[in-house]
């Protein structure tokens, strides 16, 4: 391998160091096509026959696309049709500069062995290789070394036996490059029409990205400001005349907009944008470069709604509309500036409804995301007509100056809208949880069926199949990870066990399974559907501990004394067989029954009285038990409608499985740190600000109660004596107030915080250990814990901190987005269950005051939704409000916080995308001048898209 | 994405080498007449130049000298033009005389010293051109100035670098990948019998790796080891022609 070096010199300056660097150039890289018998590639990639079926080169043909066509059309290469493509070296490591997302995506389907995709060396090949000349700029000499490689794919080529007929096709849309390449003698077609040519499907057109000289192809109007170079924002942020943000979007007015200035607590602000100019072409999330109006140009927000229905033709001239409020006064005035460039884009597939032009034949249309929050956008499609009706996903492309909205290609169509399937679909992808069924190469890795416990096993771990395991789940749980044991020991002891299902046993560090686990993060439950973290066979079959199997379990198992007071811990691997599989409801039923006896019945009375006095403990260094309405639906086992809906009771049992597995979690953490204080994998609440705190110390004050929130148990305290006589569910309100107030549980790594403290819990240290089935935080604490008991080795990743915390964020936005995405999913199932329902009165209670608005929430539906006392087009009633209590005055009633109503409630479907639950208020009854039952007094929650900031910070009755 | 890409997909190293290859490594003997052992060595763009003088008496305090084998002094010192900033490097810091310290230890365990009892080896190598490996390129230069000298050694000392990127041992590592953050390796070794001289290796890397990266460098110091050979072959031819 020596000796086929030359030697050739590549210099680089960068600043006013000389970099010298060896560029070895070698005559063993294969140009990787099977027709070709002179490289002795042992697997080439390219295929002989390599058919894509194009008008324009009927023979079969290698793609080599440039590194434009990768950047704007990377959605027409990963079709399945498009195979069979040379990617230069040169190009992917363009690609890699210019777009980190592109160049994974594009390593993705190289990787991808069905795509047919090769990399060739180009670079480092003997006869491609090209140095730059005098003059010649970097672009320039990249594109000519496009064209040597290009030129001599089709020299080799055709000099190869049998592959005469093979061509190779140069992609490119830049004139001057193709012009130079058909000089050179080489097949160069522009993406477009190439694209254009295949036979096969034209569908594939509509996904062609609109390239930037057809972008500004526009009525010449302009609309916007030039976006400012980055340059120039640089230096504008660093001498303070700009200030840098995110973008927020308004989502009930697209004429206005926050941006969170980025920057230390103190001078953190939020700067409000307001008008399509000041806008500027920045969409939500966006990263931008905001300029401060003078304080005369100060605003306030408005407090209307605003939908972009307009545009049924681009660029009419919009109505500016922020004058109606300049009536404000001067104390509401908030700080408002406008966008003068873009930092990041942070652009991502959009879902949505297609708006259809009017004129038949049009190929442009406008599109209407799902997401209030980003504008429509315009696609280009000779489909249409096939896509109204359906949800489609579009990727936008840019936005020129010149246009009303940004310009997208189309990409996939999810199917009917309002469809189930459809719906679940959209949400799924709205909120980035990775659905699709786990590849070969993952299922590669389960255990081989039948699979049994084998003599080797057992030898290595605990045999603990003689003791009385149970397990206690909701109904229907499949994926059982956790059981318990009881008994009492001769010295008049307990010994009380928590047996987590031993899912680091099947999932080895590193392999595809484990990496698949790791990017899913955790289990997503949505109504009546599950997304697995895990296959199936794992999640429900071996690592599931059901009774009367047995399985491998991690143990965690404790000797107590009488009053639950912890005297030994012990950790192991074990194997057990559970006696029974529990639900919570069978489970109190046998601990209330006292005609029964036997030996499960015992240990679960035995629990359940170690469980109080753990949770009397608990409680007394503070922890704060919250609550947040919670439904279920019941599922029609045929059509997967809800039927019915109610909220989850909570029984003994549940608060005691809870208090084990809380136990459990706190010895485990415990134990890791001690043993990795560099590298445990923990989880913390860090306490609220005492801000936070404000609209509940108001609230109880308006009742005449008094919360203190200094410490977590100050405020358990006073949670636990605010009662109010004949009002049983006031405290629950209270409660749920509290719960808005918490800020959101997050993991970490140990070597990277100092602040380990769960403020919810009143626990110094807490991880997650006892859900490994659905969650992959607990199976690295599995793994760090079978390190630290000497029941496994380490592996490099789990010792290097950096590699933990990536780790860690990856973690909590998948658990983040997973709890998005089971509200938008019991959001829309309450739909659907209205909607079959049709119209309902039902009575709930105030749970905010706002200034037009009161918040309403209806205990037996766990609903929320806002009625509204003004709108846009009629008379608006007399409102007073008042910031004190807080309290609202409508024609002469006053709201309180906490008031109970009447309401009633009903599914408006007049809006297909964005169908909401209506509420009005029928009890206490307000008159308006001219009242009209259907159309005053009410306003939608939208549910579809609502996020609540404020995240509870316990979960359902299962979550520790 | 920031960084750079230090190993390809197709498994191409930045200057277009594969993991395991070593970078071209040429070499001269005898380029001094005055001293008694000289030897000019590249390896890629490392170039080191080593000059041996002794077995001598010994200079200075006496009492330094041991009466059952010989001392051997080594000194170390770059260039100032060897880096992409010029600098001036004065001699005796820090990291020149842990360079001198580990090639002293390098040597004493090569040399049959055993054999000039009350005498002492001087070594004195010089980076030229740093790229990466320069412990490498000066043990590697030394050997052949010892051996050019005519002093009896054990065998070859070779030495060379392994790194691990993305879970792959990379030989003979060059500047860019050594300060490309990652683990870098220094191994000097008895490439006949298999004995290590030296290794050294400051940043930290998890137990399971360091097998395969001990076993990396120890192939490439062996393919070290067959060019040196060769060189030390044709020198000899050469000489040999000369006087004949």
């Known amino acids: 391998m020596l000796k086929s070096k030359t030697f050739v010199k590549k210099t680089r300056s960068g600043?006013?160091?000389?970099?010298?660097?060896?560029?070895?150039?070698?005559?063993?890289?294969?140009?990787?096509?099977?027709?070709?018998?002179?490289?002795?590639?042992?697997?080439?990639?390219?295929?002989?026959?390599?058919?894509?079926?194009?008008?324009?080169?009927?023979?079969?043909?290698?793609?080599?696309?440039?590194?434009?066509?990768?950047?704007?059309?990377?959605?027409?290469?990963?079709?399945?049709?498009?195979?069979?493509?040379?990617?230069?070296?040169?190009?992917?490591?363009?690609?890699?500069?210019?777009?980190?997302?592109?160049?994974?995506?594009?390593?993705?389907?190289?990787?991808?062995?069905?795509?047919?995709?090769?990399?060739?060396?180009?670079?480092?090949?003997?006869?491609?290789?090209?140095?730059?000349?005098?003059?010649?700029?970097?672009?320039?000499?990249?594109?000519?070394?496009?064209?040597?490689?290009?030129?001599?794919?089709?020299?080799?080529?055709?000099?190869?036996?049998?592959?005469?007929?093979?061509?190779?096709?140069?992609?490119?849309?830049?004139?001057?490059?193709?012009?130079?390449?058909?000089?050179?003698?080489?097949?160069?077609y522009k993406c477009e029409e190439y694209v254009k040519s295949l036979i096969a499907n034209p569908e594939l057109v509509d996904r062609l990205a609109l390239t930037s000289d057809q972008n500004e192809i526009n009525s010449g109007k302009v609309l916007f400001l030039e976006h400012l170079p980055l340059s120039k924002i640089q230096a504008g942020i660093k001498s303070g005349i700009y200030l840098q943000g995110t973008f927020h979007a308004s989502r009930d007015n697209y004429l206005e907009a926050t941006v969170f200035v980025h920057g230390e607590a103190a001078e953190r602000k939020e700067v409000l944008i307001q008008g399509l100019q000041s806008l500027n072409r920045a969409l939500h999330q966006d990263v931008v470069a905001v300029e401060l109006l003078s304080r005369e140009c100060w605003v306030s927000p408005s407090e209307v709604v605003l939908q972009d229905d307009g545009g049924k033709d681009e660029d009419t001239g919009e109505e500016e509309v922020e004058d109606k409020n300049k009536s404000a006064e001067a104390s509401i005035l908030k700080p408002t500036g406008r966008v003068v460039g873009i930092i990041k884009r942070n652009w991502r597939p959009y879902c949505g409804l297609l708006s259809q032009s009017n004129i038949k034949e049009a190929t442009r249309h406008l599109f209407t995301p799902d997401d209030r929050r980003i504008p429509r956008i315009r696609i280009e499609t000779r489909q249409a007509s096939n896509l109204v009706g359906h949800k489609i996903m579009v990727v936008i492309d840019g936005w020129p100056k010149n246009s009303r909205y940004p310009n997208g290609h189309f990409v996939k169509n999810l199917g009917d809208v309002g469809g189930k399937d459809?719906?679940?679909?959209?949400?799924?992808?709205?909120?980035?949880?990775?659905?699709?069924?786990?590849?070969?190469?993952?299922?590669?890795?389960?255990?081989?069926?039948?699979?049994?416990?084998?003599?080797?096993?057992?030898?290595?771990?605990?045999?603990?199949?003689?003791?009385?395991?149970?397990?206690?789940?909701?109904?229907?749980?499949?994926?059982?990870?956790?059981?318990?044991?009881?008994?009492?020991?001769?010295?008049?002891?307990?010994?009380?066990?928590?047996?987590?299902?031993?899912?680091?046993?099947?999932?080895?560090?590193?392999?595809?399974?484990?990496?698949?686990?790791?990017n899913r993060g955790t289990t997503v439950y949505l109504c009546g559907k599950r997304i697995d973290m895990v296959p199936e066979l794992l999640s429900s079959n071996l690592c599931s501990l059901r009774s009367d199997v047995e399985r491998f379990a991690f143990s965690c198992i404790w000797e107590m004394n009488y009053s639950a007071e912890i005297i030994k811990t012990h950790f192991t691997k074990s194997v057990i067989k559970s006696k029974a599989s529990l639900t919570y409801a069978e489970a109190q039923l046998r601990i209330d029954d006292t005609s029964l006896n036997d030996d499960i019945t015992q240990s679960l009375r035995g629990l359940n009285r170690l469980a109080k006095i753990l949770k009397a403990k608990r409680v007394e260094k503070g922890a704060l038990s919250l609550s947040s309405p919670e439904v279920r639906f019941h599922m029609d086992s045929e059509t997967h409608d809800p039927v019915d809906l109610h909220t989850k009771e909570l029984m003994e049992t549940n608060s005691m499985v809870e208090e084990f597995m809380l136990l459990a979690n706190i010895s485990v953490a415990r134990k890791i740190y001690e043993e990795f204080s560099e590298c445990a994998l923990l989880r913390k609440h860090p306490s609220p600000p005492p801000s936070n705190y404000d609209i509940l110390i108001k609230a109880a004050k308006s009742k005449g109660l008094l919360i203190h929130t200094d410490t977590a148990k100050a405020l358990a305290d006073s949670l636990n004596l605010a009662e109010i006589e004949g009002f049983p569910y006031f405290n629950t309100l209270l409660r749920i107030l509290a719960t808005r107030c918490m800020m959101q549980a997050v993991y970490f790594c140990s070597g990277m915080d100092s602040d380990f403290h769960h403020y919810g819990l009143a626990s110094p240290i807490y991880t997650h250990f006892t859900s490994p089935i659905r969650r992959y935080s607990d199976i690295i604490v599995h793994r760090l814990l079978a390190v630290a008991?000497?029941?496994?080795?380490?592996?490099?990743?789990?010792?290097?901190?950096?590699?933990?915390?990536?780790?860690?964020?990856?973690?909590?936005?998948?658990?983040?987005?997973?709890?998005?995405?089971?509200?938008?999913?019991?959001?829309f199932n309450t739909q659907l269950f209205f909607k079959s329902k049709g119209i309902l009165n039902e009575d709930g209670f105030i749970l905010f005051v706002r200034k037009n608005a009161i918040i309403i929430l209806i205990p037996k539906y766990?609903?929320?939704?806002?009625?509204?006392?003004?709108?846009?087009?009629?008379?608006?009633?007399?409102?007073?409000?008042?910031?004190?209590?807080?309290?609202?005055?409508?024609?002469?009633?006053?709201?309180?916080?906490?008031?109970?109503?009447?309401?009633?409630?009903?599914?408006?479907?007049?809006?297909?995308q964005h169908q909401k639950i209506r509420m009005a208020l029928i009890e206490p009854h307000i008159t308006v001048t001219n009242?009209?039952?259907?159309?005053?007094?009410?306003s939608g929650s939208d549910l579809g898209m609502r996020a609540k900031k404020k995240k509870k910070k316990k979960k359902k009755s299962h979550k520790y | 994405m920031a960084g750079i890409e230090l190993l390809s997909d197709q498994g191409y190293r930045l200057d277009g080498r594969r993991a395991t290859e070593l970078r071209k490594v040429q070499a001269r003997?005898?380029?001094?007449?005055?001293?008694?052992?000289?030897?000019?060595?590249?390896?890629?763009?490392?170039?080191?130049?080593?000059?041996?003088?002794?077995?001598?008496?010994?200079?200075?305090?006496?009492?330094?000298?041991?009466?059952?084998?010989?001392?051997?002094?080594?000194?170390?010192?770059?260039?100032?033009?060897?880096?992409?900033?010029?600098?001036?490097?004065?001699?005796?810091?820090?990291?020149?005389?842990?360079?001198?310290?580990?090639?002293?230890?390098?040597?004493?365990?090569?040399?049959?010293?055993?054999?000039?009892?009350?005498?002492?080896?001087?070594?004195?190598?010089?980076?030229?051109?740093?790229?990466?490996?320069?412990?490498?390129?000066?043990?590697?230069?030394?050997?052949?100035?010892v051996v050019d000298a005519g002093i009896p050694m054990r065998d070859y000392v070779c030495a060379c670098t392994a790194g691990f990127v993305d879970d792959t041992p990379l030989a003979d590592l060059c500047h860019a990948e050594e300060s490309g953050g990652g683990t870098s390796l220094s191994l000097a070794l008895l490439p006949r019998s298999g004995q290590i001289a030296l290794v050294q290796m400051d940043a930290r890397i998890h137990q399971d790796h360091l097998d395969t990266l001990m076993e990396a460098a120890m192939t490439a110091c062996k393919g070290v080891s067959r060019v040196l050979d060769g060189v030390v072959r044709q020198h000899l031819q050469e000489v040999s022609v000369l006087t004949a």
């Open chain 1, 15 to 188: 600043g006013i160091l000389k970099v010298v660097r060896e560029h070895y150039l070698r005559d063993d890289i294969w140009c990787g096509s099977e027709v070709c018998g002179e490289c002795r590639d042992e697997s080439p990639v390219l295929q002989r026959d390599a058919c894509m079926e194009s008008s324009l080169c009927p023979s079969p043909h290698y793609l080599i696309p440039d590194t434009n066509v990768i950047l704007h059309q990377i959605d027409i290469l990963e079709d399945p049709l498009i195979k069979n493509v040379i990617f230069l070296q040169t190009v992917l490591q363009e690609v890699r500069h210019r777009s980190a997302p592109v160049y994974k995506r594009i390593r993705d389907a190289i990787h991808n062995a069905d795509k047919h995709f090769y990399t060739f060396t180009n670079e480092h090949h003997r006869e491609t290789f090209i140095e730059r000349e005098p003059g010649e700029s970097a672009n320039d000499r990249n594109d000519r070394a496009i064209r040597v490689a290009a030129r001599w794919y089709g020299q080799h080529l055709s000099r190869a036996a049998g592959g005469g007929e093979l061509q190779v096709v140069l992609l490119t849309d830049d004139q001057d490059n193709k012009e130079k390449a058909e000089k050179n003698g080489i097949l160069v």
């Open chain 1, 422 to 518: 459809t719906e679940t679909e959209v949400i799924l992808l709205e909120h980035d949880v990775p659905h699709l069924p786990f590849s070969q190469a993952v299922l590669s890795f389960l255990p081989k069926m039948p699979w049994g416990i084998t003599e080797e096993d057992v030898k290595n771990r605990m045999d603990l199949r003689h003791l009385c395991v149970c397990s206690v789940d909701p109904p229907g749980c499949t994926d059982i990870d956790d059981a318990l044991h009881f008994r009492e020991l001769e010295n008049k002891n307990f010994e009380v066990g928590v047996h987590i299902a031993d899912v680091s046993h099947f999932i080895r560090p590193g392999n595809a399974l484990d990496q698949e686990a790791a």
């Open chain 1, 789 to 827: 008991i000497g029941a496994d080795s380490t592996y490099p990743d789990l010792m290097d901190k950096h590699k933990q915390a990536t780790l860690c964020n990856n973690l909590n936005y998948r658990h983040k987005m997973a709890q998005y995405a089971q509200r938008a999913s019991v959001a």
């Open chain 1, 862 to 912: 766990g609903l929320e939704g806002t009625v509204f006392f003004e709108s846009k087009d009629k008379p608006s009633p007399h409102i007073a409000f008042s910031d004190e209590g807080p309290t609202l005055t409508v024609e002469g009633h006053t709201f309180f916080m906490f008031d109970k109503v009447k309401v009633t409630v009903a599914l408006d479907a007049s809006n297909i």
């Open chain 1, 931 to 938: 009242y009209n039952p259907h159309n005053i007094l009410t």
């Open chain 2, 29 to 145: 003997m005898g380029v001094f007449a005055q001293a008694d052992g000289s030897a000019y060595l590249e390896q890629g763009n490392t170039k080191a130049l080593a000059v041996v003088y002794g077995p001598h008496e010994v200079r200075g305090p006496r009492a330094k000298s041991l009466h059952d084998r010989a001392v051997i002094n080594c000194q170390y010192s770059m260039a100032t033009f060897s880096t992409a900033e010029r600098k001036r490097r004065p001699h005796g810091d820090r990291k020149s005389s842990e360079m001198s310290l580990h090639l002293k230890q390098t040597f004493e365990a090569a040399v049959l010293t055993q054999l000039y009892p009350r005498s002492q080896i001087d070594i004195y190598v010089k980076i030229l051109q740093s790229d990466g490996g320069n412990y490498t390129a000066c043990v590697n230069a030394a050997t052949l100035a």
